[in-house]
């Protein structure tokens, strides 16, 4: 007997009975592999088996006629084929999401006799099994269906690339293959969310050109953009463009060698990772010099990339929208054409089109263009009354004009609204912002947008007002400021150490080995274990005996180089938004809303000749940056702390316990110092209790539980954050339905830590036996569950129980349960009320007299503020 074979089209068959010996179909013999089943007989098993077959036979042609070698499958990839696949690919996926059905299939019972109830004669199958065999069988079906879904993803995988590579261009020696970079999968599916056909494209740019195109009266402020390569302007190209607009615009690769649109030369440094994420792209380069796209084009194929009048090569072109000629250039850069030549300049293949590229290139060249011109200033032997040699002043106010046009294009782009808005709504009324600036927590991808938001979104206008009068030293501004250059520094300290070590092949701890070379700290400086390991002095293991000193010289020389804008130690350009690029542009962005203050009506050229006059009297440097947020502080000193604390500090997470300001930068080094000698002390002492005592394993899990509090407790000292019901509700409308945050009376919540600083925060930390119990399946689910399993979350704060844990690192229990039965008591009265009532409930506990001291009553006036800032 034949199932599915119509709906297979013949090709997988399942029997009934024995196999036969030949099988025709269409009158042709066909050599079939014989699967045999288990359970042939039971109907239960039969889609089971049918499903499995479907598996095993789509993976068969995924490996044998898809498989890597692109040149087979293109050879093999007719239009015949293609559609047999995409029939396979539907015919998969209709297998998968109707798989439920098939199980839960009601089963053929026996008529009933007269007279019996019959009410149950229609249950399906699955729900007369036992609970052992239901749950085997609906892990089988929901492993089943995961296959197939699998199978049908890689199959439209190779299928969407094997389209790629047909409309990539054929002939060109510049054009990256999307099969040769590495995220190719990722890159197709997002360029497929938003993806047109060439041909779509290219109508779209003819209507624009027939119907959008703007006047000679719209470019009439533009005269100034002229392209160096073709000596034509805008406007010229714009005429040009229409006039073609019949015979250039046949196909994709004619219309971008034809069609010039006028921007500013710039040099990108492309990655595998920048192909699928635009805003991983690193601007090396922008010059001062315009060009058009078409010449652009061109130069690639020629194998000649454009230079610009200084000789430094800027292959490629971006399209800005400078103050007083928006239309021309806004039409320019929302058309369809350049859309594919962004493409080109982001990931060199014209296929490689996404939305975010758009917005990506102009914020990432205003970042670039803030830090280049710190090139520009006078020697250090200059005096302030010096004049400024003319070629030079005339070549700086040339990159500050592009660096305004490309400021007032990322202000057109950020001020649209959407998720900027909600960022810097954020940044601006979060008291606790900096953790929305790490990659951890969903943060930007690069500091470049969370740049563009503070300067430029509509809801931070209040905060630059006041700044024109007050400067950067506005409180909410100085928080911003520091936040934003402590989270570059950071991510560069990241990038540093993992260049670092590739370079050394080292799999040591590169972090540890450049804050030691920062600091000055040698081995012989660190405090040594005593020879009697058993009774080591109780002084030695706290972080106050250990000395804090620190080589003065040597941080300076470290942070010196660190920040060296030639990339003597590190190659800054590893990153797309430096220091240097977050200090220029927050200060020439001050400068310009106070020159646009006292002079609105001034245009562009005046004010970048003014900016040009600041910069050479030394008016815009990162000093005038330091001396402007940290009044009275050495630049030179805050920089060597801004470099250890990035080291130590890689995230803004690991921030958010606290960190000392860098209004004392003596401080930080003095405490890095004094705990990087307290942890290798507690790991020498480890150690030479791992070699000395290797039988006495108490003494060595003391040692390791006192290094691992040393860490834990930097992100769960004290009191952890509350919540309400509010603040838990609009937290979960932004989580996924299966991990739902639920609040407790007391203000806590139920399985999820509540420390801020904690890598964990807010993450699920049910075990599996938690969500057993939860669900009632757990082997004791027979019972009435009276107490909510936690154990997830207590495994996770361990380490607060430690015998070795003191003081605030201590967990102290019912502290909130019973603060939230007094919490309308004034503070004082109910700091003495919950100590009198914790003394009272854990009188019988051994560390009762060591966890309720001093710092408890202290830590309480901690509680009974949280419990007044969630509302009483």
């Known amino acids: 007997e034949l199932e599915g074979s119509s709906f297979m089209r013949g090709t997988c068959v399942l029997f009934r009975g024995p196999a036969p010996r030949r099988l025709y179909i269409d009158g042709v013999p066909c050599a079939v592999e014989i699967v045999p089943t288990l359970c042939p007989v039971a109907r239960p098993s039969a889609p089971l088996e049918l499903g499995f077959a479907l598996e095993r036979l789509a993976q068969k042609i995924k490996v044998t006629t898809i498989g890597c070698a692109s040149s087979s499958f293109k050879a093999a990839a007719t239009p015949v084929m293609q559609q047999r696949l995409q029939e396979w690919i539907s015919a998969l996926r209709c297998w998968a999401s109707r798989l439920n059905d098939f199980m839960v299939a009601p089963l053929p019972l026996p008529q009933p006799e007269a007279g019996t109830d019959t009410r149950h004669q229609n249950i399906s199958f699955v729900w007369t099994m036992g609970p052992a065999a239901r749950a085997e069988h609906i892990s089988r079906r929901r492993g089943l269906a995961n296959g197939l879904r699998r199978t049908t993803n890689i199959i439209e995988d190779t299928l969407r690339l094997q389209k790629a590579s047909e409309q990539e261009p054929g002939a060109l020696a510049w054009v990256k293959r999307v099969s040769n970079m590495r995220f190719s999968r990722d890159i197709l599916k997002r360029a497929s969310k938003t993806a047109v056909s060439d041909e779509e494209l290219l109508e779209a740019f ?82 001062s010099c315009f060009a058009d796209t078409a010449s652009a084009a061109c130069a690639l194929d020629l194998g000649t990339p454009l230079k610009d009048r200084g000789g430094r090569e800027a292959p490629d072109v971006a399209v800005l929208m400078p103050r007083g000629s928006e239309q021309p250039s806004r039409w320019a850069s929302t058309s369809a054409l350049y859309q594919a030549y962004l493409a080109v300049v ?91 600036l790490t990659e951890a927590d969903d943060g930007p991808q690069s500091m470049c947008i969370a740049l563009a938001a503070v300067c430029h ?98 941080a300076l020389s470290c942070s010196s180089h660190f920040f060296a804008r030639d990339g003597k130690y590190f190659n800054m350009g590893l990153t797309n938004c430096t220091p240097y690029g977050v200090v220029m542009s927050l200060l020439l962005h001050l400068a310009v809303s106070r020159s646009m203050k006292e002079a609105p009506d001034d245009s562009d050229e005046r004010l970048a000749a003014r900016l040009a006059s600041q910069l050479w009297r030394r008016e815009l440097s990162p000093k005038a940056f330091i001396q402007a947020v940290l009044p009275g502080t050495d630049p030179k000193l805050v920089t060597a702390a801004l470099y250890v604390q990035g080291l130590r500090y890689q995230s803004a997470r ?46 060595l899990r003391s040692a390791a539980r006192r290094a691992e509090l040393v860490e834990f407790s930097a992100a769960h000292r004290g009191f952890p954050r509350l919540f309400n019901a509010k603040e838990v509700s609009d937290l979960n409308l932004s989580r996924p339905a299966d ?77 909130h349960s019973i603060g939230s039965m007094m919490k309308t008591k004034p503070a004082q ?23 309720l001291q001093p710092w408890l009553r202290r830590g309480l006036l901690e509680v009974h503020a949280e419990f007044e800032r969630i509302g009483r």
């Open 206 to 287: 003819r209507v624009q050109l027939r119907s959008a195109a703007p006047s000679a009266e719209d470019c009439a402020g533009a005269g100034w953009l002229s392209s160096s390569a073709s000596g034509l302007s805008a406007q010229q190209h714009l005429s040009q463009a229409c006039s073609l607009e019949g015979v250039a615009l046949c196909d994709l690769q004619t219309a971008l060698y034809s069609v010039g649109m006028v921007g500013v030369q710039v040099r990108c440094v492309r990655t595998e990772a920048s192909n699928v994420e635009p805003w991983l792209l690193v601007v090396d380069y922008v010059s």
């Open 346 to 436: 982001f990931a060199r293949n014209p296929i490689c089109r996404l939305p975010a590229q758009r917005a990506a290139l102009p914020i990432l060249i205003w970042v670039k263009s803030a830090e280049q011109l710190l090139s520009f200033q006078p020697p250090a032997d200059a005096t302030a009354g010096d004049e400024p040699p003319p070629a030079k002043i005339a070549s700086l106010t040339a990159s500050c004009r592009v660096h305004l046009a490309a400021s007032h294009t990322t202000r057109c782009f950020v001020r649209e609204g959407g998720s900027w808005k909600q960022l810097a709504k954020h940044l601006l009324e979060d008291e606790k912002f900096a953790a929305a």
């Open 457 to 554: 979104s509509p809801v931070m206008d209040g905060l630059w007002e006041d700044a024109t009068k007050e400067g950067l030293a506005a409180p909410r501004l100085q928080k911003l400021a520091l936040a934003l250059l402590a989270e570059a520094v950071s991510r560069g300290c990241r990038k540093l150490c993992r260049s670092r070590a590739a370079e050394v092949q080292n799999d040591g701890d590169m972090q540890k080995q450049l804050l030691w070379a920062a600091l000055g700290i040698t081995q012989a400086s660190v405090l040594q274990p005593s020879e009697d390991l058993e009774h080591e002095p109780a002084e030695r293991q706290k972080r106050e005996s250990h000395d804090d000193a620190f080589n003065l010289q040597k």
């Open 654 to 699: 690991a921030r958010t316990a606290g960190v000392v300001p860098l209004s004392e930068p003596e401080r930080i080094l003095r405490e890095l110092a004094q705990e990087q000698r307290h942890l290798a002390y507690l790991q020498s002492w480890q150690s030479a209790l791992q070699n000395a005592c290797a039988g006495r394993e108490r003494e």
């Open 739 to 815: 991990d739902q945050l639920e609040l407790m009376s007391n203000g806590l919540l139920l399985h999820h830590c509540c420390y801020p600083a904690c890598k964990m925060y807010l993450k699920d930390l049910h075990s599996q036996r938690d969500r057993l119990s939860q669900q009632g399946q757990g082997p004791k689910s027979q019972k009435k569950v009276s107490v909510v399993r936690r154990h997830g979350l207590f495994k996770h704060l361990a380490p607060m129980n430690y015998p070795e844990a003191t003081g605030d690192q201590r967990y102290v229990p019912l502290v």
């Open 829 to 851: 009265a109910f700091a003495t009320s919950v100590f009198e009532a914790l003394e009272t409930q854990l009188k019988d506990r051994r560390f009762v007299r060591e966890a």
